[in-house]
C-alpha cells in the first residue's frame, strides 16, 4: 500500500475515448491492498474495459462483499455508485439494485471466500436467476483479508504458507456457474491482461449473468512452492482455449486470420465477439462438453481459461418476471403508489379460483 | 533492442535533465532539496563547486537547464531553477571558511589573459593546486563582461565582488589595466601555459547613409554599455532607438530608460518570435514600457547639419522558401522614426589583433582560432582558449564550462600527463529506501505550477540604475519552487532477477512508463509501450528477458519520479537511488577525494 494519493499528472499522449476521457479518468482512490497483489492488476483491466467500452462512469453500479477483493471497487471508477455489503450477501444486494434500476451497468466484485464459502448460496441462486450483472470473483484460493487461511477453491493437496495441506475437495466457479446456468462463463489470469481486458469487456456488454473468475495470486499468503495459485504454478499450467476481440457494432468485420482459426460471434446487441481459437476442437456454445473439457484437463492439473461458454442469446430476471421497463426512480408517486383500489383488485387476483 | 547498459554514469546522467543540458553539469536536484531543506549554505556549496558564480548566474544565467527541464514535458513551466541558485546565494550567510585556500606553490606558471568568467574559473581551479597564475584585464577590475555589460540592475555589483572575491583570495598574482598587445612577448616571459579567455569584444557597427555625419549620437551597444558601467555615460536623450533583437539591445533598451530615455523603442529587422533575446529579457522589457517594433531593416540616418533626428526603415515580411527565412520588402511606404540617440546592439565579435601570425597559433578562414572542443588547446600546445575567445560569443555558464575543462588540460599538461585522454566522470548511487514506503526524499508530488519572483515597482526601478529589479525569492517562495522539483537524481532502478511480472508497477505508474512486453528494435518497441514513446531524445530504460520471455521497457520521458513502481513492487525489483554525478575537475586525476 502507499500513503500518498497518486499524482494527478498524466501522459500528455494519452488515447482518450468516445467521451473525451483517459484511462485515468476511470481510476478511484490509491490501493491499500498489499504490494504486488493480483487484485490490483483485475482493478486495472476493469478501468481499462470501462475506458476502451466508452463507459459513462455515473452508469456503473459496483457492488461487493467482504475481504481483500471485495475492497476493490473503491480502487476504479470513482465517479461510480458502489456498495460494499456484508460478507457473502453481495448477490443479494445486487439482485434487488438491478431490480429497482435496470438501466445500470452492474459490476458485482467478489473473492473465492465470499462466494464459494459464506456467499456460495447468494451466489448461485444470482446466476440461476439470470441477473444482468458481470460477475468477477478475484480468486486466490484464501481469505487474503484474514491472514491465509484455505478457502473452499484451494485445490486439494495444496500447501499453506505455514506449511499445512489442504484435504478438502475445491469448489470450482467455472462448473458451478454452468451447472447453475449462467450465460456468459470465462476464467483468466490476473497476470495476463491482453487475455483479461477484452473478457470483461464482453462480460460488461453481455445482457446476463456474465461470470468471471480471475485467478489471483496473494503475494502475502499464497505465492509461494505448493500453491496452485501462484505466479509460476498458474503460468505454468495455464491452458488457453481462445483468445478474443471484443468489437462493438458490426462495421467493420473483416478477418485477418485464417478461417477455423477465428470466429466471429453476434451477439443480440449487434456486438461481436471475435474468438481467436487456440484449441480449434473447444466450442464455447456447447455447454455439455464444455463441462465436461473442463472436467477432464482439471483431472490433468491444468487450469482452462479463455471464454468457456456463451450463450448469444441470454435472458435476464426481468424478462423472466416481465417487471416494468423503466428504473423505479423513474416512475411517479401515483405509479408507485396506485392506491388501495389497485391493491384490492391485486389481492382478489390471487382469492379467485 | 539490447539491453540498457545502466552502469553508464552517461545513461544516468542523462535522466536528470537538467544536469545533462547544464554546461557546467551542476547538480541540480541536490542543491533545489537543501533549498527545501533550509540548508543554503550547502546548497551555495554545491554551485560553487560546479559553476563557480552562483549570486551571479541565479541572476544571469542564460539557463539551458531550464527548456530540458522534466517539469516543463509533465505540465506547462519548468522549475525556476535559475532563480533558486540565487534563494541559495542570498541566504547562504558566512562561508568563508568553506572555500579551498591557495595550495603550497608547485612552481609552475600559468598566464591567463583576461579577467572574466573563463579565465576566474581556471584561476580557481589551478591555483588550490599549487600553481602560479596571472591574470591580466585591460580593464580596472576583474569580472569582465559580468561587470563592464550586464547592468548593474540586473546584477548588484556588491554579488559580483563576492564571488571574484572568492577567487581573488586565492592570492593570483592580479595585473589589472593591463592589456596584452603581443602573444609572443607574453610567450616570451617564463609561464609554462598560456590561457586565453579574452571575450568577445568588438561590437558590430551598421553602415547606412548618414552614419558618419550623425556619429556623435550613434553607440556601439556593447561600447555605450561598458561606459555606462564605468561611470563615464551617465544621460542619453529622450528619445532612443535600439536596434538588433539580442540580449545586448535589451540590456541598452532598458539602460537607455534609466538614464532619461522617455520614448525608447527597439526595432528589429526580424520578426518578434525570432528574435534571439531569452523570453523573459523581452517581457521585462516589455514590462517598463519598451516597445518593439519588428519586420524593419534600417536604410538610412537622417540629420540636420549633423546632429540626429531620425531613422528611416524599410518595412519587410519574411518568406519561407524551402523552410529557409528570406525577409523581402513589404512593398509599404517606408517608416521614419524621429529620435535623439541611436543604440547599435547588432551582434558582437571576436578580435586577436594582439595575436600574431607567427606565434604557432593557427586561425581558420573565419578569424577564428583553431581550438580543440574537449581539450580546449590550441595548434600552440602551450596556449588554450576558453569563453567567448575560444568559439563565439555564448554566455557566462559556457564561459565557466570551458575554464573548468581548459584548467583539466592545463593541469594534465604541466604534470605530463595526455591531455586528450579526460579524466572519467564520478558516480555514487545510493538506495534511499528507508521503510516500506518511506524515501529519505520527498516523493509527494507537488502539483503548483511555477511561482513568479517579485519585481521592484517601475516607478521605483526606473529611477535608480542600480536598483536590482528583480526582488528575487523570499524564502518562503523558494521553499514552494524547490517542491516542484521532481528529483530526477532518484532514479528507478530495475532488478530484472527479482521481478516475478506481477504488473503492479505497470498498473500503479501515473504517468504510463512502464511496460512488460515482447522485445523488438527501438524503433518498433516505442509504438508498442503503455503510452507512446515519441519523444526521441528521451532514452527507454531496457531490460534482458524475463521469465515469460518478456522484456520491461520504460520510458523515461516523463517519469515522475515518484517511486510508486517502487512502493508497490512486491519483490524490490524496483529501488529509488540517488545518482550524484561528479564532473571531474582539475587535479581530479591527481587526487583522492
Ligand atoms: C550586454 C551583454 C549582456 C550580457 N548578459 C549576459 C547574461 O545576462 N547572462 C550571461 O550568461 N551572459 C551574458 N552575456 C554574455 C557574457 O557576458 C559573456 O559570454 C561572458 O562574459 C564571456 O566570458 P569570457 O570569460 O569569455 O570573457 P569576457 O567576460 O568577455 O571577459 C574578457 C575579458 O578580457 C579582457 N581582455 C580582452 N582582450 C584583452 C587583452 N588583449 N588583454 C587583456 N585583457 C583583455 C576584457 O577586458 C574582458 O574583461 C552578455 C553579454 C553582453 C554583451
Ligand atoms: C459474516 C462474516 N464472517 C466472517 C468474516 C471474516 N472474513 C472477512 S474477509 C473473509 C474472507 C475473505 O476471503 P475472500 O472473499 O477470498 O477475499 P480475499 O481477501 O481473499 O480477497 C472472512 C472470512 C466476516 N467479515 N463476516
Ligand atoms: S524537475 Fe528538478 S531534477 Fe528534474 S529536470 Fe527539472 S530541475 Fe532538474
Ligand atoms: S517513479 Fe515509477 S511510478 Fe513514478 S512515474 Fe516513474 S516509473 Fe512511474
Ligand atoms: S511490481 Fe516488481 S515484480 Fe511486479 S512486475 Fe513490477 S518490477 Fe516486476
Ligand atoms: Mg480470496
Known amino acids: ?353 | 533492442m539490447s539491453p540498457t547498459e545502466s552502469a553508464t554514469p552517461d545513461y544516468w546522467h542523462k535522466v536528470v535533465d537538467c544536469q545533462w543540458a547544464c554546461p557546467a553539469h551542476t547538480p541540480v536536484p541536490e542543491y533545489i532539496r537543501l533549498i527545501a531543506a533550509g540548508r543554503y549554505a550547502d546548497a551555495y556549496m554545491v554551485n560553487w563547486h560546479s559553476n563557480v558564480f552562483p549570486g551571479v548566474l541565479g541572476r544571469t544565467c542564460d539557463r539551458p537547464c531550464e527548456p530540458a527541464c522534466r517539469r516543463g514535458r509533465v505540465e506547462e513551466q519548468p522549475v525556476a531553477i535559475c532563480r533558486l541558485k540565487r534563494v541559495a546565494a542570498d541566504n547562504k550567510g558566512e562561508i568563508a571558511e568553506r572555500l579551498p585556500k591557495a595550495g603550497a606553490k608547485n612552481g609552475k606558471r600559468v598566464a591567463l589573459v583576461g579577467a572574466g568568467p573563463a579565465s576566474l574559473t581556471v584561476a580557481r581551479d589551478l591555483l588550490p593546486l599549487g600553481y602560479h597564475v596571472t591574470i591580466f584585464d585591460g580593464d580596472p577590475k576583474a569580472g569582465g563582461f559580468m561587470r563592464t555589460q550586464i547592468p548593474k540592475f540586473r546584477l548588484p555589483e556588491a554579488v559580483l565582488d563576492e564571488e571574484v572575491g572568492f577567487i581573488t583570495r586565492l592570492e593570483p598574482e592580479l595585473k589589472l589595466g593591463r592589456r596584452i598587445d603581443s602573444l609572443k612577448a607574453l610567450l616570451a616571459e617564463d609561464f609554462d601555459a598560456v590561457f586565453v579567455g579574452s571575450g568577445a569584444p568588438r561590437g558590430r557597427g551598421l553602415d547606412v547613409p548618414g552614419r558618419e555625419e550623425a556619429a556623435a549620437n550613434i553607440h556601439i551597444g556593447i561600447d555605450w554599455l561598458a561606459s555606462v558601467s564605468f561611470g563615464h555615460t551617465t544621460s542619453i536623450g529622450k528619445r532612443v532607438l535600439v536596434l538588433g533583437g539580442g540580449n545586448t539591445a535589451m540590456d541598452c533598451c532598458r539602460t537607455a530608460r534609466r538614464l532619461g530615455g522617455e520614448d525608447v523603442r527597439v526595432v528589429v529587422r526580424s520578426g518578434f518570435e525570432e528574435m534571439k533575446a531569452s523570453p523573459w529579457e523581452k517581457e521585462d522589457a516589455a514590462h517598463e514600457g519598451i516597445p518593439i517594433h519588428n519586420f524593419l531593416v534600417p536604410k538610412a540616418v537622417t540629420h540636420e547639419g549633423g546632429r540626429l533626428t531620425g531613422m528611416v526603415f524599410e518595412k519587410v515580411r519574411a518568406e519561407y522558401t524551402n523552410g529557409k527565412r528570406a525577409l523581402v520588402p513589404a512593398g509599404e511606404p517606408d517608416v521614419h522614426m524621429a529620435c535623439d540617440d541611436i543604440l547599435v546592439a547588432i551582434g558582437q565579435e571576436n578580435a586577436f589583433p594582439w595575436i600574431e601570425g607567427d606565434c604557432g597559433v593557427e586561425f581558420d578562414r573565419w578569424a577564428m582560432p583553431k581550438v580543440d572542443e574537449t581539450t580546449f588547446q590550441s595548434t600552440n600546445p602551450k596556449v588554450f582558449f576558453g569563453g567567448d575567445a575560444a568559439f563565439g560569443p555564448k554566455n557566462i555558464i559556457w564561459a565557466v564550462a570551458h575554464g573548468h575543462g581548459a584548467a583539466v588540460s592545463i593541469d594534465r599538461f604541466l604534470s605530463g600527463a595526455d591531455i586528450a585522454e579526460r579524466p572519467p566522470v564520478a558516480m555514487a548511487m545510493t538506495s534511499q529506501k528507508m521503510g516500506i514506503h518511506e524515501w529519505s526524499y520527498d516523493n509527494d508530488i507537488n502539483a503548483a505550477l511555477r511561482h513568479k519572483v517579485p519585481h521592484l515597482e517601475n516607478a521605483i526601478a526606473l529611477k535608480d540604475i542600480r536598483a536590482e529589479v528583480e526582488l528575487g525569492y523570499d524564502a518562503k517562495l523558494g521553499y514552494a519552487e524547490a517542491r516542484r522539483c521532481l528529483n530526477c537524481d532518484v532514479q528507478t532502478v530495475f532488478a530484472p532477477k527479482l521481478c516475478i511480472e506481477c504488473d503492479a508497477c505497470v498498473d500503479i505508474c501515473p504517468m504510463d512508463c512502464i511496460t512488460f512486453t515482447a522485445d523488438g528494435p527501438e524503433q518498433d518497441l516505442r509504438t508498442r509501450l503503455t503510452a507512446p514513446a515519441v519523444n526521441l531524445e528521451q532514452d527507454l530504460y531496457v531490460s534482458p528477458a524475463l521469465k515469460t520471455g518478456r522484456i520491461m521497457a520504460k520510458d523515461e520521458d516523463v517519469c515522475l519520479h515518484c517511486g510508486l513502481c517502487a512502493e508497490r513492487c512486491p519483490t524490490g525489483a524496483w529501488d529509488m537511488q540517488k545518482t550524484l554525478i561528479e564532473i571531474p575537475q582539475a587535479g581530479a586525476s591527481c587526487q583522492n577525494r
Do not use: W
Open chain 1, 1 to 353: 500500500m502507499s500513503y500518498l494519493a497518486k499524482p494527478k499528472f498524466r501522459h500528455k499522449g494519452l488515447e482518450q475515448n468516445a467521451l473525451g476521457f483517459t484511462h485515468r479518468d476511470y481510476e478511484g482512490a490509491i490501493s491499500t491492498l498489499c504490494a504486488g497483489c493480483g487484485h490490483d492488476s483485475i482493478s486495472a483491466a476493469l478501468i481499462q474495459a470501462c475506458f476502451e467500452l466508452d463507459i459513462e462512469p455515473h452508469r456503473v453500479a459496483k457492488l461487493s462483499g467482504i475481504g481483500c477483493s471485495s475492497k476493490t471497487p473503491d480502487y476504479l471508477l470513482g465517479q461510480s455508485h458502489g456498495f460494499n455489503s456484508v460478507h457473502g450477501r453481495m448477490p443479494s444486494v445486487l439482485t434487488g439494485a438491478n431490480l429497482a434500476n435496470r438501466e445500470l451497468i452492474y459490476l458485482g466484485i467478489s473473492g473465492d471466500g465470499d462466494s464459494a464459502s459464506i456467499g456460495i448460496g447468494q451466489f448461485v441462486h444470482a446466476v440461476r436467476r439470470g441477473v444482468n450483472m458481470m460477475y468477477v470473483c478475484e480468486n486466490n484460493g484464501v481469505y487474503g483479508l484474514t491472514k491465509g487461511q484455505f478457502s473452499a477453491t484451494a485445490d486439494t493437496g495444496s500447501k499453506s504458507k505455514a506449511g499445512g495441506i489442504n484435504a478438502d475437495s475445491p469448489i470450482d466457479l467455472v462448473s458451478l456457474a454452468l451447472i447453475a446456468g449462467a450465460t456468459f462463463v470465462a476464467r483468466s489470469f490476473s497476470g495476463d491482461k491482453t487475455q483479461l481486458v477484452p473478457l470483461l469487456k464482453a462480460g460488461i456488454a453481455h445482457k446476463g449473468a456474465a461470470v468471471i473468475d480471475v485467478v489471483s495470486p496473494c503475494i502475502a499468503f499464497n505465492n509461494h512452492a505448493g500453491s496452485t495459485k501462484s505466479f509460476d504454478f498458474v503460468r505454468a499450467h495455464n491452458e488457453a482455449v481462445n483468445r478474443l476481440d471484443f468489437l462493438e457494432g458490426r462495421e467493420a468485420i473483416k478477418l485477418d486470420q485464417a478461417p477455423g482459426t477465428v470466429e466471429d460471434v453476434v451477439q443480440h446487441d449487434g456486438s461481436v465477439i471475435r474468438l481467436h481459437k487456440i484449441r480449434d476442437d473447444y466450442d464455447p456454445r456447447d455447454r455439455v462438453k464444455a463441462m465436461d473439457y473442463l472436467q477432464q484437463r482439471h483431472a490433468a492439473g491444468e487450469m482452462v481459461t479463455g471464454l468457456l461458454y456463451l450463450d448469444p442469446e441470454p435472458r435476464d430476471l426481468h424478462a423472466g418476471l416481465n417487471t416494468v421497463k423503466a428504473p423505479l426512480n423513474r416512475l411517479d408517486e401515483r405509479a408507485l403508489c396506485p392506491g388501495a383500489a389497485a391493491l384490492t383488485a391485486l389481492n382478489d387476483e390471487y382469492r379467485a379460483g
